[in-house]
T-cell receptor, first 111, second 112 residues
Framework: ETGVTQSPTHLIKTRGQQVTLRCSSQ?????VSWYQQALGQGPQFIFQ???????GRGNFPPRFSGLQFPNYSSELNVNALELDDSALYLC??????????FGDGTRLSIL | DQQVKQNSPSLSVQEGRISILNCDYT??????FLWYKKYPAEGPTFLIS?????DKNEDGRFTVFLNKSAKHLSLHIVPSQPGDSAVYFCAASVDTGNQFYFGTGTSLTVIP
């Protein structure tokens, strides 16, 4: 059984740029959630997708957007990057209502 | 607004003894709770969960206790092993569904 994989593992961008992070869900999982984890903090919920539709959103501005594809892979897009966007971005997949399984994250640094 | 709080950033325990990790929450609507374990450079790994209809759930060396009136849950690890050294996060949600709120984590060190 293939786990949750995220790419890239590290990324460096500058303020104002746009970034796309990718996630491949675990086989059989139809739900994907994205989290932002700042240094010394716990993961903060950005949004969840279920069957390609947004199924809940945390307190993040609209410049954070996402997509889920028919094969249940997913993208997180962030526009107009700010210094505070520097964080570890985690993707988690599950069957709806089941515990989430996390990838190892993408470390995003904004200069 | 931190709805899930882990007030102990770190904990050290001797191998073989009990580790007790604590978590408090403020939202009385939370009814599903989980514990995750995280090693450096890896994503969190699911450990154990409990729903609000129970006050205890056990899985091997791991037991989670829920006190709804106190809005408090704890994770007991018995006996503790050096491989248990990691950061532990508690998380909560309304229903089992979508938005999970995480605490800030407790770093557990098990001393051989």
């Amino acid at each position: 059984e293939t786990g949750v994989t995220q790419s890239p593992t590290h990324l460096i961008k500058t303020r104002g740029q746009q970034v796309t992070l990718r996630c491949s869900s675990q086989s059989g999982h139809n739900t994907v959630s994205w989290y932002q984890q700042a240094l010394g903090q716990g993961p903060q919920f950005i949004f969840q997708y279920y069957r390609e539709e947004e199924n809940g959103r945390g307190n993040f501005p609209p410049r954070f957007s996402g997509l889920q594809f028919p094969n249940y892979s997913s993208e997180l897009n962030v526009n107009a990057l700010e210094l505070d966007d520097s964080a570890l971005y985690l993707c988690a997949s599950s069957r709806l209502g089941q515990p989430q399984h996390f990838g190892d994250g993408t470390r995003l640094s904004i200069l | 607004d931190q709805q899930v709080k882990q007030n102990s950033p770190s904990l050290s325990v001797q191998e073989g003894r009990i580790s007790i990790l604590n978590c408090d929450y403020t939202n009385s609507m939370f009814d599903y709770f989980l514990w995750y374990k995280k090693y450096p450079a890896e994503g969190p790994t699911f450990l154990i969960s409990i729903s609000s209809i129970k006050d205890k759930n056990e899985d091997g060396r791991f037991t989670v206790f829920l006190n709804k009136s106190a809005k408090h849950l704890s994770l007991h690890i018995v006996p503790s092993q050096p491989g248990d050294s990691a950061v532990y996060f508690c998380a909560a949600s309304v229903d089992t569904g979508n938005q999970f709120y995480f605490g800030t984590g407790t770093s557990l060190t098990v001393i051989p």
